[in-house]
């Protein structure tokens, strides 16, 4: 069933209090924020304080761990 894992996947673009500990629980290094997101909800002001890996202008890659 992955409607459970959809909604924590969504849960850590979102940048709220349980983002940070799914992205350790899934142990997650790097995240690729899209500039065009579609649907998907991203808190880019959650992902600053991250290093930003690579960037252009479509994509930007933050290093979690």
Same mark, same amino acid.
């Given at each position: 069933?992955?409607?459970?894992?959809?909604?924590?996947? +969504? #849960?850590?673009?979102?940048?709220?209090?349980?983002?940070?500990?799914?992205?350790?629980?899934? =142990?997650? %290094? !790097?995240? *690729?924020?899209?500039?065009?997101?579609? +649907? #998907?909800?991203?808190?880019?002001?959650?992902?600053?304080?991250?290093?930003?890996?690579?960037? =252009?202008? %479509? !994509?930007? *890659?933050?290093?979690?761990?």
């Amino acid at each position: 069933n992955y409607s459970k894992r959809e909604q924590e996947i +969504d #849960q850590m673009f979102q940048g709220n209090t349980l983002s940070l500990n799914l992205l350790k629980q899934y =142990n997650v %290094n !790097y995240v *690729v924020l899209e500039k065009n997101s579609g +649907d #998907q909800i991203i808190n880019k002001d959650f992902f600053n304080q991250f290093p930003t890996t690579y960037q =252009n202008n %479509n !994509y930007r *890659v933050v290093k979690i761990k």
